[in-house]
């Protein structure tokens, strides 16, 4: 992160990066004013190239304002190069000239938005504003998925078995005649369940599977 030439405030002080991927000087310049008015730390490329050799995700909040139209390639193909390199920052386009369906396109593939230039200065600093919300966001959704995942990974196969039927709401003595197994061992594994899944109470636990 360091070694990227930031523009902007202080890190300490940033609302967020903010990749700006526009061929257009002028167009890119005034971006870059607005969000360093605004606090954003930025970061700007006019050849897309170059942005997909630098661009990481390990700063954040972070998002992506993207022109469609771009020296040899469009903005739906470096979306699919960050998709293939798991690179997941919301993207939001930017374009005067893309047809209805290369919106579509970018919307189903997961952009965040896409603005029709001219882009006024409002809609913008909102659509960054949004953008970085839905980083901060999708983030915490990743991060909570991986903390399930782990706890799951504990589990024995058996206790795989029990959370299965606790899941689709059997009782203990369902659960057991499924298994074979005596009520008592169910009411085992469930305890042995909720302790590798770091839950107090078994509702608890219930929401825990939730977040799968």
Known sequence: MNDLNWFGVDQSS???????????????????????????????FSDPTKFLDLVTDKVSPSMLLLDMRLPHVTGLHVQ???????????IVF??????????????????????????????LIEAVKQGLQRDVDERKKREALQIVEKRLSRLTAREREVLAFVKK???NADIAENLGISVATVKQHKSSIMIKCDTKTFAELLEFLEQQ
């Not at 609302?15 to 730390?41: H, W």
């Not at 699919?80 to 919301?90: A, F, Q, T, Y």
């Not at 209805?100 to 896409?114: N, R």
């Open 169 to 171: 709401g059997l009782a």
């Open 80 to 90: 699919s190069v960050l998709k293939e390199r798991g690179i997941n920052m919301p």
């Open 94 to 123: 930017m374009s005067g000239e893309s047809t209805v369906l290369q919106a579509v396109k970018a919307i189903e593939a997961g952009a965040a938005q896409f603005l029709v230039k001219p882009v006024s200065r409002e809609a």
């Open 14 to 44: 940033t609302l967020g990066y903010v990749y700006v991927v526009e061929d257009d000087a002028g167009m890119r310049d005034s971006i870059k004013r607005i969000l360093i008015g605004q606090k954003y730390r930025v970061l700007s």
